[in-house]
Structures are given as structure tokens and as C-alpha cells.
Nanobody, 127 residues
Framework: QVQLVESGGGLVQPGGSLRLSCAASGFTLDRYAIGWFRQAPGKEREGVSCFSSGGGRTFYSDSVKGRFTIFKDNVKNTVYLRMDSLKSEDTAVYYC????????????????????WGQGTQVTVSS
């Protein structure tokens, strides 16, 4: 069964850090483009950080560049998002997704039917 399962969300104070995990099963992550997306209440889902197919390139949205880091463990078939210097505007449900044959930037622009999605994990940044 092809599946992506996110974990690691929670409540954190402004300036704090979190690490999100996305574990893949039923397929090999390294062969696909993979990315992290987020959706805040009342806003459209946006791509925040992505790997290209094969993982050779990364993309970060301007809103997270310099604060978030995407990385993966091919042995564990898991992709991570390290989030530092968190701000209240980072509050959202975070999703991971896998897609076929995308550049990193294109992966971060995909819409629902274009990828396989996890169920999401809530991140709340608040004092």
C-alpha cells in the first residue's frame, strides 16, 4: 500500500524549532520528487520546500528560506523538514507529498491530483 505518514507537529513558542518527519511505505522515496507543503486556515496550500526527482536539487519558498531545511534518509525511506526560528505565521497543517518527474520548484507547485499526499500534521507557533 502506497502511503505517506507525517509526524512531529505540535505547539512551539516563537523562535523555537521543530522537526517534521514523513515516512513513506509501498514505494521508494528516492525515485520521486518529494516536498513539504502547508495550509493555514483560510489560505491556499503552499509548497515550502521540495526535492527534485532523485533528490539532486532543493527548492525553498521565500517565506522559509534560511530557516527551514529539507533532508532525507534513504535507508529509512523518510524525508524530514527541520524548522528553526519559527514565527506565528508558520502556523499551519503541514503535508508531505510525492510526485513523478518534477524539478524541485515544480514539485512545490503541484496541486492535489498531481501527487500522493499524507494526512498532515498540525504545527502551531504561539506563546
Amino acid at each position: 500500500q502506497v502511503q505517506l505518514v507525517e509526524s512531529g507537529g505540535g505547539l512551539v513558542q516563537p523562535g523555537g524549532s521543530l522537526r517534521l518527519s514523513c515516512a513513506a511505505s509501498g514505494f521508494t522515496l528516492d525515485r520521486y520528487a518529494i516536498g513539504w507543503f502547508r495550509q493555514a486556515p483560510g489560505k491556499e496550500r503552499e509548497g515550502v520546500s521540495c526535492f527534485s526527482s532523485g533528490g539532486g536539487r532543493t527548492f525553498y519558498s521565500d517565506s522559509v528560506k534560511g530557516r527551514f531545511t529539507i533532508f532525507k534518509d534513504n535507508v529509512k525511506n523518510t524525508v524530514y523538514l527541520r524548522m528553526d526560528s519559527l514565527k506565528s505565521e508558520d502556523t499551519a497543517v503541514y503535508y508531505c507529498a510525492a510526485g513523478v518527474d518534477y524539478t524541485a520548484q515544480a514539485m512545490c507547485s503541484i496541486r492535489g491530483p498531481e501527487g500522493r499526499w499524507g494526512q498532515g500534521t498540525q504545527v502551531t507557533v504561539s506563546s
